[in-house]
T-cell receptor
Framework: NAGVTQTPKFQVLKTGQSMTLQCAQDMNHEYMSWYRQDPGMGLRLIHYSVGAGITDQGEVPNGYNVSRSTTEDFPLRLLSAAPSQTSVYFCASSPGSYTGELFFGEGSRLTVL | GNSVTQMEGPVTLSEEAFLTINCTYT??????LFWYVQYPGEGLQLLLK?????DKGSNKGFEATYRKETTSFHLEKGSVQVSDSAVYFC??????????FGAGTRLTVKP
């Protein structure tokens, strides 16, 4: 069972470069989200989607874009990478509203030089 | 706004010791409360949850009780094992669109 799959697992960028973190889930979950994990700060929500064609901002959306063209995929785009975006990024999905249980991918470690 | 505060780590225990990781929350209304665990190199996975006051969540020997009067959801285990070494996150969810996580507590269990 694949669950939530993130690629790449590791990435090094230079300041100003752009890239896309991929996230795919095979559980037919309506809800998908992106978090970043920083030491001492836990996980913070970047963007989320409650279904195909619907996205919204979370707690820390600046510098990131998302789209949701299918139920399965929810890519996260960094438009112009900055050192402050060095972090571990997690994609998560949930089967529906108000269950609260999130299923996480294994994470993508991004370093911006 | 909604937020979670959990005890800072790291916590180091000997095998078979008793574990408590404190978690308190601030929220409007009645959120659902969760403990997630992150093993090295992996994503978070749900450990246990409670959806209303006085509910007790339990799994793998871990327990936590939703205390509305003290706005707390402390994680406990009577006898920890080396395999319990991980980072533990307390979290709350009010409308499923914004799960709020604590900063995480790293637990190391030594044989």
């Amino acid at each position: 069972n694949a669950g939530v799959t993130q690629t790449p697992k590791f990435q090094v960028l230079k300041t100003g470069q752009s890239m896309t973190l991929q996230c795919a889930q095979d559980m037919n979950h309506e809800y998908m989200s992106w978090y970043r994990q920083d030491p001492g700060m836990g996980l913070r929500l970047i963007h989320y989607s409650v279904g195909a064609g619907i996205t919204d901002q979370g707690e820390v959306p600046n510098g990131y874009n998302v789209s949701r063209s299918t139920t399965e995929d929810f890519p996260l785009r960094l438009l112009s990478a900055a050192p402050s975006q060095t972090s571990v990024y997690f994609c998560a999905s949930s089967p529906g509203s108000y269950t609260g249980e999130l299923f996480f991918g294994e994470g993508s470690r991004l370093t911006v030089l | 706004g909604n937020s979670v505060t959990q005890m800072e780590g790291p916590v180091t225990l000997s095998e078979e010791a008793f574990l408590t990781i404190n978690c308190t929350y601030t929220a409007t209304g009645y959120p659902s409360l969760f403990w997630y665990v992150q093993y090295p190199g992996e994503g978070l996975q749900l450990l246990l949850k409670a959806t209303k006051a006085d509910d007790k969540g339990s799994n793998k020997g871990f327990e936590a009780t939703y205390r509305k009067e003290t706005t707390s959801f402390h994680l406990e285990k009577g006898s920890v094992q080396v395999s319990d070494s991980a980072v533990y996150f307390c979290a709350l969810n009010y409308n499923n669109n914004d799960m709020r996580f604590g900063a995480g507590t790293r637990l190391t269990v030594k044989p």
